[in-house]
């Protein structure tokens, strides 16, 4: 019997429909057979209450992988389940009417895996950490180690799915994970530390040869350890600091015998946080839908980094705006920020957004197939180019002719801004021009591989000169 218990603010109002959804993981419930790869559960078909229900819907989902094997052969209530095939799944659906207490039914479910099935298995995960930290560069990323068994009634098991928090993802939406190792209890292990692209379908699958040279045996035990940087959805960037907000939800989608969540503390950066530096979670908290809440601003360890990190380029621009945001002067005993700083601050998130945009035009130009170049390929790079350029030169006019009458030595700094870009958009175009003239056959594999190395570089250099140029003006700012 499960009792659902509200609080004094939930209300069910009269001829309006109300809902309650509740999640019930049941563990320890999938059973094998003497035949191999058939296994059942006991599972509640139709689920009453102590109220009388009008409708009941119940649906049961497995994966194509190992598909119902007796679900056709149930009559309940005169109704039958229906199945029908979803893209990874198998659908089993029943309606019933006019359900009481005294229809609750539990049946076996049967599910028979199919030849050959790579990523079917029943797993025990013996210990899941995740821990939290600020990367040198100020990118928030997620750190998990996870202990896994593989049960004495399951199958060999060559890849296993993980559900990501925000993850980190390729040119073509799909997760990578990086410094991705493993430790099994079957030698050898992983030899070096790699990067390593998910497998996006059905799921996000992790190869769990690629690790090892072994798969995870029945009764084996494996510990895989990697990191991902937490996607920028997550992240808020504010005038005082970055905030974030981590959910607790699990990677695997089962309950860990131990669950802790850990924040590192940093050098670089001052965290503080809402949140216990470490949760330990018990079952039912893990079910739960929580937060990890921290935010966190430059330190002085950051400030005085002799080389200025540039890898996440929207985020350290806007850091560079808050380290400026801290000088302020003082009028008749009131604390006033100085407005030119303000428009110096805009005009590094300005910079940011679009330098970002540039780099990625860069990456994904470098992912075209060469040997299979289409003329609309080219000419839509080109058209993104130019889009950035015009949606862009109005804002740069208006904050050029703010700052400038604000501070008319800022006149120096829009010259050499202006000079790099025109070299940076000129390197584009020169890569560009290299895939369409190798498209029309006027060059070469090697020239063009070699010329698209040196031009590319230029390009990456012009990025983080501006950059620079932009620090630099801060810091002069900050002296002042």
């Known amino acids: 019997m499960l009792t659902v218990k509200t609080n004094s603010e939930f209300k069910i109002s009269p001829n309006k429909d109300s809902y309650v959804n509740i999640e019930l993981i049941l563990t320890d419930i999938l059973k094998s057979t003497e035949r191999p790869g058939l296994y059942f559960a006991e599972v509640p078909f ?203 939800e699990r990677t695997l989608n089962t309950i860990a015998r131990e669950y802790r969540i850990v924040i590192i503390e940093s050098n670089s950066f001052r965290i503080s946080t809402e949140s216990p530096m470490e949760l330990n979670l018990g079952p039912n908290e893990q079910l739960e839908n929580r937060n990890i809440t921290l935010s966190y601003t430059p330190g002085l360890a950051w ?28 009028e008749e005993g009131v604390e006033v920020e100085d407005e030119s700083e303000v428009k110096i601050r805009e005009l590094a998130a300005f910079y940011g957004e679009k330098m970002s945009l540039l780099r990625n035009i860069l990456e994904r130009i470098g992912k075209i197939d060469k040997e299979n170049i289409k003329k609309n390929q080219i000419e839509n790079v080109k058209n993104e180019v130019n889009t950035i350029r015009a949606r862009n030169s109005a804002e740069l006019v208006i904050l050029r002719k703010d700052i400038i009458s604000l501070r008319s030595s800022q006149r120096e700094l829009f010259s050499n801004l202006n000079k790099e870009e025109q070299l940076l958009e000129r390197d584009i175009f020169q890569i560009i021009q290299l895939y369409e003239q190798y498209r029309l056959s006027r060059i070469n594999i090697n020239d063009m591989e070699d010329k698209l190395g040196e031009y590319k570089k230029n390009a990456l250099k012009r990025i983080d000169g501006i950059i620079a140029i932009i620090q630099a003006n801060i810091d002069v700012l900050k002296q002042k």
């Not at 409708?55 to 029908?84: L, W």
């Not at 359900?99 to 990523?119: C, F, H």
């Not at 400030?303 to 003082?330: D, W």
Request: aromatic share 6%; no cysteine.
């Open 303 to 330: 400030a005085s980094n002799q080389s200025f990190p540039v890898g996440s380029i929207v985020f350290i621009l806007a850091l560079l705006g808050m380290m400026t945001q801290v000088e302020k002067k003082k």
């Open 46 to 248: 139709v689920t009453t209450s102590n109220i009388h229900i009008d409708r009941a819907v119940v649906e049961i989902r497995v994966p194509n992988s190992a598909p119902f094997y007796n679900i056709s052969d149930y009559m309940i209530k005169d109704t039958t389940f229906s199945r029908s095939q979803q893209v990874y799944w198998e659908l089993a659906r029943a309606e019933f009417r006019n359900v009481t207490s005294n229809d609750y039914r539990n049946e076996k479910v049967m599910i028979l895996t199919n030849p050959g099935i790579q990523a079917f298995s029943i797993i025990k995960v013996d210990s899941f950490l995740r821990e939290i930290y600020i990367s040198k560069q100020g990118d928030v990323m997620i750190r998990e180690r996870i202990e896994i068994r593989n049960a004495g009634n399951g199958m060999e098991m060559h890849k296993i799915g993980l559900d990501l928090l925000g993850d980190e993802r390729d040119d073509l939406n799909v997760p990578k994970i990086r410094n991705v190792t493993s430790v099994s209890d079957r030698e050898p292990v992983l030899i070096d530390t790699k990067d390593i692209i998910l497998e996006n379908s059905p799921a996000n699958r992790l190869d769990l040869k690629k690790l090892t040279r072994h798969v995870l045996a029945t009764n084996g035990s494996l510990v895989l350890n990697y990191e991902y940087k937490l996607d920028g959805s997550f992240i808020n960037v504010n005038a005082n600091a970055i905030s974030v907000d981590i959910p607790t």
